[in-house]
């Protein structure tokens, strides 16, 4: 079973930040919060991870409590390519990944 | 440079017969993933090679063999086709089994009747 909860769907607005939220209360100290996306029908796809300090790319930010027991993935300004499936995946050494049913993130104009 | 590239991208199998999907990444990667996904459900490893010459069960190995034919390709295969393995299949490579990012190849679309 997947380590983590998310919601099953969000909807933004194109232009707007997406905050999309994770729940891992039970994460032990070597796992890493990973996140991936599906856009439809493709393979997913990176977009960030990290282990206890915030993190940022040029796709998006990872904010992590003190406490790392939860977790929110920020695109900054979301578009319509943005609307995927967000997967929150807890990762140990071993790099085997374990998706959950993850959020559908629906980006509207 | 291609990432990683599946074949066939669509196929259609009758229950019993068995055939093989193939996996190929350009990236000099070290370790080699398949995934299955079933409608409405995230991802599940079937196999994994973490290297040239090893391979691993994962969740849900049954009904499934893999040969990592060299570094560049991983092959999977289902002797003998049933209904329940009707799902799309994702070939990932990434760098290593630490903590790397996966790479995924586009899927490949099974349908076993």
């Known amino acids: 079973d997947a380590k983590t909860t998310q919601p099953p769907s969000m909807d933004c607005a194109e232009g707007r930040a997406a905050n999309l939220p994770c729940n891992h209360s039970t994460i032990s100290g070597n796992e890493y919060v990973y996140w991936y996306r599906q856009i439809h029908s493709q393979g997913p796809q990176y977009i960030i991870h990290g282990l206890k300090n915030n993190e940022t790319n040029e796709m998006a930010s990872l904010i992590i409590t003190e406490d790392r027991k939860s977790s929110t993935l920020i695109l900054p300004h979301a578009t319509l390519r943005d609307t995927a499936v967000y997967y929150c995946?807890?990762?140990?050494?071993?790099?085997?990944?374990?998706f959950g049913a993850g959020t559908i993130l629906r980006v509207k104009s | 440079n291609a990432g990683v590239t599946q074949t066939p991208k669509f196929q259609v199998l009758k229950t019993g017969q068995s055939m093989t999907l193939q996996c190929a990444q350009d990236m000099n990667h070290n370790s080699m993933y398949w995934y299955r996904q079933d409608p409405g459900m995230g991802l599940r490893l079937i196999y994994y090679s973490a290297s040239e010459g090893t391979t691993d069960k994962g969740e849900v190995p049954n009904g499934y063999n893999v040969s990592r034919l060299n570094k560049r390709e991983f092959s999977l295969r289902l002797e003998s086709a049933a209904p329940s393995q009707t799902s799309v299949y994702f070939c990932?490579?990434?760098?290593?089994?630490?903590?790397?990012?996966?790479?995924f190849g586009p899927g490949t679309r099974l349908t076993v009747l």
């Open positions: 990932a490579s990434s760098d290593g089994l630490a903590y790397n990012e996966q790479f």
């Open positions: 995946i807890l990762m140990e050494y071993g790099n085997k990944l374990v």
